[in-house]
């Protein structure tokens, strides 16, 4: 019985071919071809000694010839013939490439990304990037993952992993032979995103950290006419740049345009998808969410939500909301320097002088603040904990006079101390209406 593991998503990669079939991949080692009407498993692919788990495949078409490639721990290209004419229930891969027996990858392939008409790209665990020419086999380029020695990893004693993940050509300038341009993109260690030229003598034209925070990048996307590079790190944001004129020909030095970012999920993205059809964006985490975004970065919907969409009708999509976990995670807070602790204190505008003049001036309604303020930090935060959620409320209730402007109501109750008198009033003299009403009361209700 086949099983996959839908938790370890990275290693899952469907494929919609011609009539309607729907390839996975597998930890056992095995590709499966579904027919997607009946869910019918029609073809298992798999090698004949021991199979290792597949990280990545994809469908090319070489020469008229169809082909279904998988790379994942066995280190080697496998490439399975694909023929509607056949019906035999199990396949084999066809014979390894020569160049891959001899001179390919050392450590287990993570990616692999393919340009029509001949060129495909993997990369592997331990930072290595090969291009090879799928018509003879043959590799054309190799290139190395630079690791930053002065990266604060290094400075913290960290082994930094140089594991590449995610590849891909930017089709519209491998057109362009014999040009000094970028051609392929792929991420790297320590939040980098690497720019690679196939045709010049130093093929790194260009790195930059598209993360705020140095974050690993775990996926990236460009739309169609690859202008706009999506990329997304290990927090759940997604990040937009525009890279149309970026890298073109001299090593860049700068950052390319930035466009936008937010947050899409509250854990590592593991794939992203432009869908330039539709103008909008795909993505996946595994937080076990799938969701839809417009190419702006409004938020469609997610899968298995209860109320449906319509990606043509705007009225319809989730816009302006957010995913309900996104908005209460800690690390969806804005950066602010105090809540980042750059800012020693708070800084009081002249809007605040009155309100701190008046605590000033009033000693005691200073003291009721101040003791109000430790008790309800202390009920609020008595175990430890260093979230910046956490971080930001203890800041919000200690800076609550300037946040707000003025103190809270039960904060501006002034109070005062009644001075004690001997009781030396005296009974009035009720005489003059002819009887004592109080006197009359008390007999009355004294008798039995």
């Known amino acids: 019985m086949f099983y996959i593991d839908f938790t370890y998503l990275s290693m899952l990669k469907q494929y919609f071919l011609s009539h309607f079939r729907l390839i996975t991949g597998g930890r056992d080692g095995c590709l499966k071809i579904w027919n997607y009407n009946n869910g019918h498993c029609l073809h298992t692919l798999k090698r004949e000694d021991k ?39 199990l396949q084999k891969p066809q014979a390894h490439w020569q160049d ?31 291009v090879w020419n799928m018509i003879s086999g043959r590799i054309r380029h190799k290139f190395h993952t630079p690791v930053l020695t002065s990266s604060v990893y290094t400075k913290t004693s960290q082994a930094v992993e140089a594991s590449v993940t995610q590849v891909l050509f930017l089709k519209t300038r491998v057109m362009k032979y014999e040009s000094a341009a970028s051609s392929l993109i792929s991420n790297g260690p320590q939040g980098y995103v690497h720019f690679w030229s196939l045709f010049s003598e130093d093929p790194l034209v260009a790195s930059f950290t598209p993360s705020r925070e140095k974050s690993m990048i775990s996926s990236i996307a460009v739309t169609a006419d690859d202008s706009y590079l999506y990329a997304a790190d290990k927090d759940g944001n997604v990040y937009v740049h525009d890279i149309k004129e970026y890298a073109l020909q001299d090593p860049e030095q700068e950052t390319p345009k930035y466009v936008n970012h937010w947050r899409a999920h509250i854990n590592l993205i593991l794939s992203l998808e432009v869908i330039d059809e539709d103008n909008i964006l795909l993505s996946c985490s595994v937080d076990h969410t799938v969701r839809l975004w417009s190419l702006a970065g409004e938020y469609i919907g997610t899968f298995g939500q209860a109320e449906p969409w319509d990606i043509f009708t705007p ?78 409320e203890r800041s919000k209730l200690l800076n609550r006079l300037a946040s707000h402007r003025k103190p809270n109501t039960y904060h501006t109750i002034n109070y005062y101390e009644i001075d004690s008198f001997p009781g030396n009033s005296k009974k009035p003299d009720l005489s003059i209406l002819g009887t004592d009403i109080f006197s009359a009361h008390y007999q009355g209700v004294a008798e039995p």
């Open 315 to 392: 009225a319809s999509w989730k816009h302006p909301m957010v995913p309900y976990e996104i908005l209460i995670d800690p690390q969806s807070m804005p950066t602010h320097p105090v809540l980042e602790g750059e800012s020693p204190g708070l800084q009081i505008t002249d809007k605040d002088e009155n309100i701190q003049d008046t605590a000033n001036c009033h000693p005691r309604f200073s003291q009721v603040i101040s003791e109000g303020m430790e008790e309800e930090i202390n009920k609020q935060f008595s175990t430890e904990a260093s979230s910046r959620r956490l971080k930001h």
């Open 100 to 130: 891959d027996l001899s001179l390919g990858h050392k450590e287990d392939i993570l990616c692999i990304a393919q340009c029509p008409p001949t060129l495909l790209a993997t990369s592997s665990y331990d930072g290595e990037i090969i």
């Open 51 to 89: 199979c290792e788990e597949i990280c990545d495949c994809t469908y090319v078409e070489v020469n008229r010839n169809k082909y279904i490639i998988s790379v994942g721990w066995d280190r080697k290209i496998n490439m399975f013939y694909d023929s509607t004419d056949n019906f035999y229930h």
